[in-house]
């Protein structure tokens, strides 16, 4: 089955810099990876995503890359602020609609 | 707010009680899922619904775990003698294609 990694576990940038999170992953036949990000006490948040036909994808501040042949997607954040702080998890489908998630990110924007 | 609602957001139960946990998903959303997170890590996932069909099983899913999505709307998990390692954040997605939408979650706790 799948398996996806994610690095780094906790991050620290100051307010305005950039902040880059890599995640691998194993299969693939793995199409479709969303990145999310979690508040304390909420849900998952669905932030940006990106198919296995499409290369780069931004939104704002925020973009993912997906490298197919070297199995790996990364998560772009320019012009970070406080409010960006929080867990980000990458994840990738496996079978079917079983989706892998990654163990997480803890992203701290120091003011 | 997502419009995925879970209800009772906290439960704390003694060890061998059952319980049940309820999620009201996006009204349009056909595809439901519930996944468990525990302390410091992804959500990992349980179990999918297309409609009232339960299609997709996750092997973490035991015999005395049990999910139903009667008419397609609603959907409960239903978790039999309950242990204190199914202590955890249950989460309830949905979604009309591959984007998934959260709930915010109910907190088990198993004493």
């Known amino acids: 089955g799948e398996n996806v990694e994610q690095h780094p576990s906790t991050l620290s940038v100051q307010e305005g810099d950039s902040a880059v999170i890599k995640c691998t992953y194993s299969d693939s036949a793995s199409n479709y990876f969303p990145w999310y990000k979690q508040e304390l006490g909420k849900g998952p948040q669905l932030i940006i995503d990106i198919r296995s036909n499409v290369g780069e994808k931004k939104d704002q501040r925020i973009a993912v890359t997906l490298n197919k042949t070297a199995k790996h997607f990364s998560l772009h954040i320019t012009e970070t602020q406080p409010e960006d702080s929080a867990v980000y998890f990458c994840?990738?489908?496996?079978?079917?609609?079983?989706?892998?998630f990654g163990p997480g990110t803890r992203l701290s924007v120091l003011p | 707010d997502t419009g995925v609602s879970q209800d009772p957001r906290h439960k704390i139960t003694k060890r061998g009680q059952n319980v049940t946990f309820r999620c009201d998903p996006i009204s349009e959303h056909n595809r439901l899922y519930w996944y468990r997170q525990t302390l410091g890590q992804g959500p990992e996932f349980l179990t999918y619904?297309?409609?009232?069909?339960?299609?997709?099983k996750s092997r973490l899913l035991s015999d005395r775990f049990s999910a139903e999505r009667p008419k397609g709307s609603f959907s409960t998990l239903e978790i039999q003698r309950t242990e204190q390692g199914d202590s955890a954040m249950y989460l309830c997605?949905?979604?009309?294609?591959?984007?998934?939408?959260f709930g915010p979650g109910t907190r088990l706790t198993v004493t």
């Open positions: 619904f297309q409609n009232e069909a339960q299609l997709e």
């Open positions: 994840a990738a489908n496996d079978y079917g609609q079983n989706f892998v």
């Open positions: 997605a949905s979604s009309l294609r591959d984007e998934q939408y």
